[in-house]
């Protein structure tokens, strides 16, 4: 039994690791421009988003339209405010945004995925709210590319036996 004990982790220092890898966590600034904004990049196929983000009363303009206007679908502003209602700032934060690129889904999670970025840049400690939602996870599924000697990706041409 011996020979099994030199193998196991002494549960202090354990202890002292975890304690200073949360001291470090916390401990991480937060990132905003001299006009208080926090900025976050989302992207998703080939849709780009360019984020800012302040404190203010719950506006969302996406390139320079409201929500309602810019995203007709109600899925596509559900996935935009998302990751707001998930650390409860829907009233709380101003959202301005740039996006291009895409259709309007891909352009729904590309801003999902900024806004997210953008409010771990200006509070830290909203990180495991938004990992445990899986808000700040890029989805990176892009089409596949049309391959020689077929029709696209993966479809033949039309066989002819004659």
């Known amino acids: 039994m011996a020979e099994n004990e030199s193998f196991l982790i002494d549960p202090k220092i354990?202890?002292?690791t975890s304690q200073a890898a949360a001291a470090a966590m916390t401990a991480a600034p937060a990132k905003r421009d001299a006009a208080g904004f926090a900025w976050g990049t989302g992207r998703r196929k080939n849709s780009v988003a360019r984020v800012r983000l302040k404190p203010g009363s719950g506006v969302v303009q996406i390139n320079e339209h409201q929500l309602e206007e810019y995203f007709h679908l109600e899925k596509d502003r559900a996935?935009?405010?998302?990751p707001l209602s998930a650390v409860n700032g829907l009233q709380s934060f101003d959202v301005f945004v740039k996006v291009t690129g895409g259709g309007t889904?891909?352009?729904?999670?590309a801003v999902k995925l900024g806004i997210a970025r953008a409010l771990k840049a200006y509070d830290p400690s909203l990180l495991k709210v938004l990992r445990d939602g899986n808000y700040l996870t890029r989805d990176s599924r892009?089409?596949?590319r049309k391959k020689p000697g077929k029709a696209g990706a993966r479809r033949s041409f039309q066989f002819s036996k004659r």
């Open 14 to 16: 354990l202890e002292k």
């Open 142 to 144: 892009m089409v596949e």
């Open 79 to 82: 996935a935009v405010r998302a």
């Open 105 to 109: 889904t891909g352009q729904a999670d």
